[in-house]
């Protein structure tokens, strides 16, 4: 976690009291002059009394004091000690003792809560409230918060400029409006209305909201870059659920750190009750974030971490352990992860840390079905706080058929080291219409010379291998110059510009073996493969021989014509075509 830069300290968190809001006072009962009265003498404060820091009340607010069906107004008539005074009957007290119920601000209208552009404005939406004991003729009043603080910090924001994350404008969502009669919150419409917030600096800012619950509701709004992002907290998603990230909890105060990239919008949650004050925030701030290591983990090593606290530098840390089945490691909270393999020594660097860690290990970490993660990772829900999820697990192992065996030999130029599985892409930009997504047929009006050495190619013409990344390879080379809008499957693949996790094969189109074991994978519970045909990237020349008796070679034009393999799903049959027939796009990588 970034510190708080030192003018958050100065008037960020510290409760400047404005219309009808409260702050913190050091009152002492000698400081109460109680001789023009016989009622009891009353004076406020909000939170813990022995520390005042940068809060003050402004004078002059209202306060509602309630004795079983009698209420009074009181104000605050010494900003500076908290006394307050009453034009009314004043409450007396001679013995025993009794109930009382104060609130603030004491108001009938509609409290507007759209607007917390500056301090005053923001502080003009807190609510307090008090309920104690009258048990002498001198009382403290000691108020809390009924309203929800939350504070966000842009942390993160991968490819966007540092003047673009200056510039952002972050807002929350939550009710336009409440009332406070007798200290009782009464909501007014749906908590779906944008909250401007005040601004502290350009990467940090706050507001005061509803207590409720923001459940599958839009919640937190990030424009920055011209994009927009918005975050919306939901049971379904593990570490939202954990974090209560969508629950505003009454007197907390709530700390947003965003993530904000071309992906979307990744969001952790600090929160305590403790206070408001700016102590209590630097408290946190400054500390340490804490790791949780399993314990079951085989001839581990683990630096950067101490006696549960991270200590790496740039508040990262790694674990390394041997790994001789397909178990693995399952984290939550905010942060990045690299996995790394070699042979059976397995290691997780964890960095970009912006909460604390929970580290657990599963000893299925890795089977058909698991989702695959933007950070090398894997697990169980489609959706990860903290990463994207990029990929499904369809098969494990090196494939293998009786012609082949796919081997890391395949691979080359890539920075896949081994062959553990293969991973399909989900990526929710793939199209899923068929016609136009094959490459077209050259019929003499392109320049096909550059793939003369696929003519009559073996290889080429090979429907068993495992091969994808491969021709793929190839591909990308013979076309680099040229017109690739004569490829519409190959300008499809590109212009996704998927990005892989390290040391994988990176994405590409698979052969024809690959694509079955693709389809036939155990995963139809999370994907369906419809229609007929799926195009692999078995992509091939001819050269069509004269009809005539008397040219019997190569015709003088030098007719070249394209083909390409595809898959029939719903048959199970592989054939040619020209690669301009209807057929949909799959996309793999090895890991």
């Known amino acids: 976690m970034n510190k708080i830069t030192s003018n958050i300290r100065n008037y960020g968190f510290g409760l400047i009291l404005l219309s009808c809001m409260g702050g913190m006072s050091c009152t002492r009962e000698a400081d109460i002059d109680m001789a023009d009265t016989d009622g009891v003498v009353f004076s406020a404060n909000i939170g813990q009394a022995s520390r005042r820091g940068d809060n003050s009340w402004t004078g002059g607010e209202l306060i509602g004091m309630q004795v079983g069906e009698s209420v009074k107004t009181y104000r605050i008539s010494d900003a500076a000690t908290g006394a307050m005074v009453t034009d009314d009957e004043p409450y007396t007290w001679t013995s025993g003792e009794y109930q009382l119920h104060a609130w603030s601000p004491y108001t009938d209208k509609s409290i507007s809560l759209t607007d917390q552009s500056d301090a005053e404005k923001m502080f003009a939406c807190d609510l307090l409230e008090c309920n104690t004991t009258?048990?002498?003729k001198s009382v403290q009043l000691t108020f809390k918060?009924?309203?929800?603080?939350?504070?966000?910090?842009?942390?993160?924001?991968?490819?966007?400029?540092?003047?673009?994350?200056?510039?952002?404008?972050?807002?929350?969502?939550g009710h336009s409006s409440i009332k406070y009669t007798e200290g009782i919150i009464e909501k007014e419409g749906e908590p779906n209305t944008e909250i401007s917030t005040r601004k502290i600096d350009d990467r940090h800012g706050e507001a005061i909201l509803v207590p409720g619950e923001m459940w599958n509701k839009p919640f937190i709004k990030v424009v920055i870059g011209g994009d927009t992002y918005v975050y919306t907290p939901k049971h379904t998603v593990?570490?939202?659920?954990?974090?209560?990230?969508?629950?505003?909890?009454?007197?907390?105060?709530?700390?947003?750190?965003?993530?904000?990239s071309k992906k979307g919008i990744e969001v952790s949650m600090e929160s305590s009750s403790v206070g408001w004050d700016s102590e209590t925030i630097d408290e946190v701030t400054d500390g340490k974030y804490k790791a949780e290591i399993p314990s079951n983990?085989?001839?581990?090593?683990?630096?950067?971490?101490?006696n549960g606290i991270i200590t790496g530098a740039d508040n990262s840390f790694s674990i390394s352990y041997t790994e001789n089945g397909n178990g693995g490691l399952l984290y939550e909270g905010n942060c990045t992860v690299q996995r790394t393999t070699d042979g059976t020594s397995h290691t997780y660097t964890f960095s970009k840390i912006a909460s604390d860690i929970k580290v657990s290990y599963t000893s299925e970490y890795l089977k058909v079905g698991k989702y695959y993660y933007s950070n090398g990772t894997f697990?169980?829900?489609?959706?990860?706080?903290g990463c994207e999820t990029v990929g499904l697990v369809y098969k494990l192992g090196a494939s293998k058929n009786e012609y082949d065996t796919d081997q890391i030999d395949n691979y080359s130029g890539s920075e896949l080291k081994s062959i553990t599985g293969y991973v399909l892409c989900i990526d929710s930009r793939i199209p899923s219409t068929e016609p136009g997504l094959g490459w077209k047929k050259d019929d003499g009006t392109y320049n096909g010379t550059e793939f003369d050495s696929w003519e009559n190619n073996e290889e080429r013409y090979n429907a068993t291998t495992f091969n994808g990344y491969q021709f793929t390879q190839e591909i990308a080379e013979k076309l680099q110059s040229s017109d690739i809008n004569n490829f519409p499957l190959w300008q499809t693949?590109?212009?996704?510009?998927?990005?892989?996790?390290?040391?994988?094969?990176?994405?590409?189109?698979p052969s024809i073996e690959q694509i079955k074991d693709v389809v036939s994978a155990d995963i139809h519970d999370k994907v369906t493969f419809t229609g007929n045909y799926y195009s692999s990237n078995i992509?091939?020349?001819?050269?069509?021989?004269?009809?005539?008796?008397?040219?019997?070679?190569?015709?003088?034009?030098?007719?070249?014509?394209?083909?390409?393999?595809?898959?029939?799903?719903e048959t199970q049959e592989t054939s040619g075509g020209y690669p301009s027939d209807a057929a949909k796009l799959i996309i793999i990588l090895t890991f």
Not at 146 to 162: A, S
């Open 297 to 306: 983990l085989n001839n581990p090593q683990i630096t950067g971490v101490e």
């Open 134 to 136: 009258v048990n002498a």
């Open 539 to 569: 992509y091939y020349y001819t050269q069509e021989m004269s009809e005539s008796e008397e040219n019997h070679k190569w015709n003088s034009a030098k007719i070249v014509h394209s083909w390409a393999l595809k898959y029939n799903v």
């Open 238 to 260: 593990a570490t939202d659920e954990e974090r209560q990230t969508g629950v505003l909890k009454e007197g907390y105060n709530q700390r947003y750190y965003l993530k904000v």
């Open 145 to 173: 918060h009924r309203m929800t603080r939350v504070w966000y910090e842009l942390q993160q924001f991968p490819g966007y400029t540092d003047e673009e994350a200056n510039n952002a404008v972050i807002s929350y969502y």
């Open 493 to 509: 693949f590109k212009g996704l510009n998927l990005q892989a996790p390290e040391n994988t094969s990176g994405w590409y189109i």
């Open 379 to 385: 697990g169980d829900e489609a959706v990860k706080e």
